[in-house]
């Protein structure tokens, strides 16, 4: 039986497009939602692979970018490409934990990587 591989990146590109096409400028008190600074942490949290640490591009665009309000905008459907055992793990391990049971739809720990709440 033939299994085929899908790739992810695509559809995730799709879902960051869609946020900035839409013109959609999501501002919170802290700072802005800067989704596009994050592309460089793709290779650390998508579902396949291995979990990696993260890059130092990565680190820094992490520790600016508002993830309280990256989490309360995420788009539906996110939960099918990253894991979020390793957004726990690269937020972490770049000393910017997420800090609370969810980010968005998403659990952060003990739930099974792929389901939204």
């Excluded at 894991?83 to 952060?108: E, F, H, I, N, Q």
Aim: charged share 15%; with cysteine; hydrophobic share 40%.
């Amino acid at each position: 039986m033939a299994v085929n591989k899908i790739n992810f990146f695509p559809v995730f590109l799709l879902i960051i497009a869609g946020i900035l096409i839409s013109g959609r400028n999501i501002v919170s008190g802290q700072g802005q939602c800067d989704y596009q600074a994050l592309k460089v942490c793709w290779d650390y949290v998508k579902k396949e692979g291995d979990m990696i640490p993260p890059s130092p591009d990565c680190c820094n665009a992490i520790q600016n970018t508002d993830m309280s309000c990256i989490c309360q905008h995420l788009p539906p459907g996110i939960c099918t490409v990253i894991s979020m055992k390793k957004v726990v793990y690269v937020t972490d391990y770049c000393k910017k934990p997420l800090g609370g049971p969810t980010c968005g739809m998403l659990a952060l720990r003990g739930i099974e990587d792929g389901k939204c709440l």
